[in-house]
């Protein structure tokens, strides 16, 4: 099993529709959780970081389930330029060190 | 403000040459990273520092030779191209082992080998 995974998509989804995407990630001493965006052929970029209690930055909530081990991204009245791959990335093993999951391909269409 | 800056941005080389990717922060980082994204895998570690002195290997680190030569940079070493060497290579450096901050991104560099 891998470290994190994601639903690699991708989630064609028509503007101002919410989406949702899970990351499950199977070490649980994990300690700290955060979602990135990235565009084609771009470096990643912090979206949000991923609090126990759950936080939202605008039309972005993230949750954390420690019990079974996943963290969601809820994306609310989705628009075309959140058209993305959004990575989740959890300590995982070790805090010197982030692991990635592969992505999930969000396409937003008219 | 920099972030991460990594040099080359782009680099074509041929199979056997050495060549080395260049690394520098100015967030007074303690930890840096380097990976390689390739289509369909994601980012895979290459090789860390957690902190200035030290350096481990990541999933990914055949082929690869690193130097934290101070604070601020890493660099990776490519001794021998090859073509399975071919990707985009992303450095990344982070506040510190035991912190929960994330990590922050260079803008990569795209090396062709051939």
Not at chain 2, 45 to 66: H, M, R
Not at chain 2, 67 to 80: A, P, Q, T, Y
């Amino acid at each position: 099993r891998k470290e994190v995974e994601q639903d690699p998509g991708p989630f064609n989804v028509p503007e101002g529709a919410t989406v949702a995407f899970n990351c499950t990630y199977s070490n649980s001493a994990s300690q700290s959780f955060f979602w990135y965006r990235q565009d084609c052929r771009k470096e990643p970029k912090l979206l949000m970081s991923v609090y126990s209690s759950g936080n939202e930055d605008g039309r972005f909530t993230a949750q954390l389930n420690r019990a079974s081990q996943y963290i969601s991204l809820l994306i609310r009245d989705s628009k075309l330029s959140d058209s993305a791959t959004y990575l989740c990335a959890v300590t995982a093993g070790t805090a010197s060190k982030l692991t990635f999951g592969t992505g999930t391909r969000l396409q937003v269409t008219l | 403000n920099a972030g991460v800056t990594q040099t080359p941005k782009f680099q074509v080389l041929k199979t056997g040459q050495s060549m080395t990717l260049q690394c520098a922060q100015d967030m007074n980082h303690n930890s840096m990273y380097w990976y390689r994204q390739d289509p369909g895998m994601g980012l895979r570690l290459i090789y860390y520092s957690a902190s200035e002195g030290t350096t481990d290997k990541g999933e990914v680190p055949n082929g690869y030779n690193v130097s934290r030569l101070n604070k601020r940079e890493f660099s990776l070493r490519l001794e021998s191209a090859a073509p399975s060497q071919t990707s985009v290579y992303f450095c990344a450096s982070r506040q510190g082992p035991n912190s929960n901050q994330p990590q922050h991104f260079g803008d990569g560099t795209r090396l062709s080998i051939l």
